[in-house]
Every structure is written in C-alpha cells, then in structure tokens.
C-alpha cells in the first residue's frame, strides 16, 4: 500500500512555543490531506482538510490560528501547533488518499507533550 | 454533517470465539465504509473496507457487511487470536461541498483472551 510518513515521531515543547508536523505521501500524490486528533482511548476527531496548494478547511471548533496547515504540494503537508499549551498534549495523526473513496493511509503520527 | 455511532465500546472473547463489532451512520449518502485496526500508540492501519454497491465483503477471518437500508455495516472477525487484541474504528466517508471526509466512530477496544 501508499505510504505516509509524518515525523516528528514525538516532541515535548516548552509552553508558548511552536511546533511544526510534517506529513508525506512518499509514493503517491495526495491532492487532500487530512489531519486529526487523538485523545487516550478515544476516537480519531478530524481537525481539518488540507486541499494542496488552498487553504484548509477547518472542521468546527478547531481554531485556524491556532493549528496552521499549509499543504505547499502534492507531497506535503504541515501542522504548526502556535503558542503551544499543556491542553495541546494530544496524538496528532495525518492521512491522505490518491483518490476519494479508497483507502486513506495514515502517517505513524506524532506524539505531542507540551511542558 | 455524518454521524457515526459504534458499539460495544469493548468486547472481550475467548480465544476462538468470534467478535462482532457494529456501525450506524446517518447519511444516506455515504458511499464507503472502511474498517481500521490501531495498536497502542501507533497508527490506524486498514483492516476491510466496503462500499455501497456490495453487501457483503470477506478476507479470510475477517468480513464486513452493509445494510444501506438500515444505514448500519458491521465487522466480524471469525477464530479470534490473541493478536487481534487492539482498538478497531469503522468510518463512513462523508461527502462534503469542499471534498470528502471520513467521519469516525468513537471505537471498540477489543481483548482476545487466550
């Protein structure tokens, strides 16, 4: 199957600082990228849809200045968590699809800690 | 927007026995109904998938089925081992004015017990 790769792996960051997560399709191109939330034992909530070379579209209650996704090509996408807090500490999961109503392929995710 | 419910939250079985996990959803126009396995902190790996034109779907222990009328699509997995123990989401791909999404299910923790 495709693969995603996301890295970092996991970060532990001081308050106040920013973070920045990176998702690649590394064999195929994903024109939509999707990047979701994960709280321990609980499901995967879809933060927003990074359309490649658009903005996002946040899903509501997400905030876009808060969470900036900038999808600059057919094989990248970025989250920056800004002005990080504790309440940000979450497991932050990419996925992209080659085409809409197949498989999505998850990244590994990354393992956020804000300190 | 889609809504996709899921139960039991956990289920445990013996070693052998068969698990069955199942969905609703809300949107009729929902068209593809995926299944995906996630271990403990790593990440959701597909499992089955099924779309609106079939029924019914199997890969060897494993098969998904959909009734469109009823709107709900349930797994059920045959001679459990204890490596199928991990947390299983369906989702049901909502189709949006800006694209399509997967909508998730909230997850059923699922422990084989040898």
């Known amino acids: 199957g495709a693969v995603v790769s996301q890295h970092p792996s996991w970060v532990i960051c001081k308050s106040g600082t920013s973070v920045k997560i990176e998702c690649r399709s590394l064999d195929f191109q994903a024109t939509t990228m999707f990047w979701y939330r994960q709280f321990p034992k609980q499901s995967l909530m879809l933060m927003a849809t990074?359309?490649?070379?658009?903005?996002?579209?946040?899903e509501q209650g997400v905030e876009k200045d808060k969470f900036l996704i900038n999808h600059a090509s057919l094989t990248l996408s970025t989250l920056t968590v800004t002005s990080a807090h504790p309440e940000d500490s979450s497991f932050y999961i990419c996925?992209?699809?080659?085409?809409?109503?197949?498989?999505?392929?998850f990244g590994q995710g990354t393992r956020l800690t804000v300190v | 927007g889609e809504n996709v419910e899921q139960h039991p939250s956990t289920l445990s079985v013996q070693e052998g026995d068969s698990a069955v996990i199942k969905c609703t959803y809300s949107?009729?126009?929902?068209?593809?109904f995926p299944w995906y396995k996630q271990e403990l902190g790593k990440r959701p790996q597909l499992i089955i998938d099924i779309r609106s034109n079939v029924g019914e779907k199997k890969d060897q222990r494993i098969a998904v089925t959909l009734n469109k009328t009823a709107k709900h699509f349930s797994l059920h997995i045959t001679e459990t081992q204890p490596e199928d123990s991990a947390v299983y989401f369906c989702?049901?791909?909502?189709?949006?004015?800006?694209?399509?999404?997967?909508?998730f299910g909230a997850g059923t923790i699922l422990r084989v017990k040898s």
């Open positions: 989702a049901a791909l909502s189709l949006m004015e800006y694209g399509n999404k997967l909508v």
């Open positions: 949107d009729s126009a929902s068209n593809y």
């Open positions: 990074s359309n490649e070379g658009s903005k996002a579209t946040y």
């Open positions: 996925s992209a699809r080659v085409w809409v109503n197949t498989e999505a392929f």
